[in-house]
């Protein structure tokens, strides 16, 4: 999402698109299981998975080039042209807008829906937040990648385990609101794009999302984001699993990567206090005392995450600590760790996404697979989504379905893992900042997104 200090007043009034509508730890042994599910996902071996949102990169900019793996040198813009993909540093005070306005357009350069002719020729029409001051670093920011210098701890990473290289947003806009919401619940509850004021509870005027655009194909109306839909967080509550989400702590402001604060029940009931943990280092404090969670999502601090305008390219080393923290611990055998970017950011990519619904499927995004048991060296070319990864959670627990997206999503576990080979020895991630970096790290309270 672009940060509102680089937005053209004719951009901030444009992007505040959006809708509403009806659609849609434990001791082993001492779970209720679905026996098939439970098969289905590890054959019991996992028992605790870790899932790692970072922000706002296209797959063809975090790992272009990789050996495997669909990524294109190239880019396509509205007018013919063929434009060069340039490396642009993660360290950048600026952003790119990726509202659902400007999905489209980088879809197919006519802002219309795009159903199953997506062309990914229109990323130069995308707003952006540098130009003359500060300036763009090359003619076209859209089409760049982050320089291998930058991405080498993901790239150690995914050769060591898998890369899924077709794996795309549950929902087709940029917004990281309604992505989060789709990776605890499988849904938005129809809602598009982001609140122009606070990101959750206790709600207010200035939480509605407003719709504006009529060729858009979404419910008129507005909705005020602190609903109560059914999260995995329920589902885990009621089967006894525990669980922990990790975000950072904004004071009196909402926390905007904090998806549980839009939660009614659970931002005004016990686990508001109980399993939404303040800073995200806490998660490796958690590992080393031996108190990790069955389920977990950690999210990033500003300058932890990926995303364009933070000033900071600490976002590898960030998760190579968790991957490590995990590694290096007694969860070792009994874990799956998943890393993905909550949406594209702007970023371009070649891959048209498939058309699903009125709210996806998204641009396309990395995700990688860490696990004793994952595959080494694999590059995945399976589709998922977001509601693959809530698939592998509630197989893995014998848990139900949440929504379309984790039903119509393929799981992980049978193209990223091999449960048939005995756990594999750990090997550290080498990264330029370490876990005692993230532990000491100062508070960073800064909002990223504040549109």
Known sequence: MLTKAFWPAAVVSALALVACGGTAGITPGALPMNPASQRDASSGKIQHIVIVVQENRSFNNLFMGFPGAKTTKYGNDSYGNRIKIKPVSMDTVWDLDHSSNTFFTDCNGTGSVPGTNCRMNGFNLEPVGCGVSPPCPIKHPQYAYVPYAETKPYFDIAKQYVLADEMYASNFDGSSFISHQYIISGQSLSAVDYPPGAWGCPGGYGDKINEVGPQRQIPYGHEVVCWDPTTLGDELDGAGISWAYYATSYGSLPGLWSAYQAINHIYNGADWGKDVISPPSQFLNDV?????????????????????????????????????????????????????????????????????????????????????????????????????????????????????????????????????????????????????????????TRPPDTQ
């Open 288 to 444: 080393k005392k031996g108190r990790l969670r069955s389920v977990s999502w950690v999210t990033p601090t500003c300058a932890d995450s990926d995303h364009a305008g933070c000033s900071s390219k600490h976002g590898p080393s960030w998760v190579s600590s968790i991957v490590n923290a995990v590694g290096q611990s007694k969860y070792w055998p009994s874990t799956a760790i998943f890393v993905f970017w909550d949406d594209y950011g702007g970023w371009y990519d070649p891959q048209p996404p498939a058309y699903a619904d009125y709210d996806g499927l998204g641009i396309r995004i990395p995700m990688m697979v860490v696990s004793a048991y994952a595959k080494q060296g694999h590059v995945s070319h399976v589709h998922y989504e977001h509601g693959s990864i809530l698939k592998f959670v509630e197989d893995t627990f014998g848990l139900a379905r949440l929504s379309a997206s984790d039903t119509r999503a393929k799981s992980p576990a049978k193209d990223c893992f091999d449960f048939n080979q005995p756990p594999r020895k750990f090997k550290k991630i080498p990264s330029p900042l370490g876990i005692d970096y993230f532990l000491r790290e100062p508070a960073d």
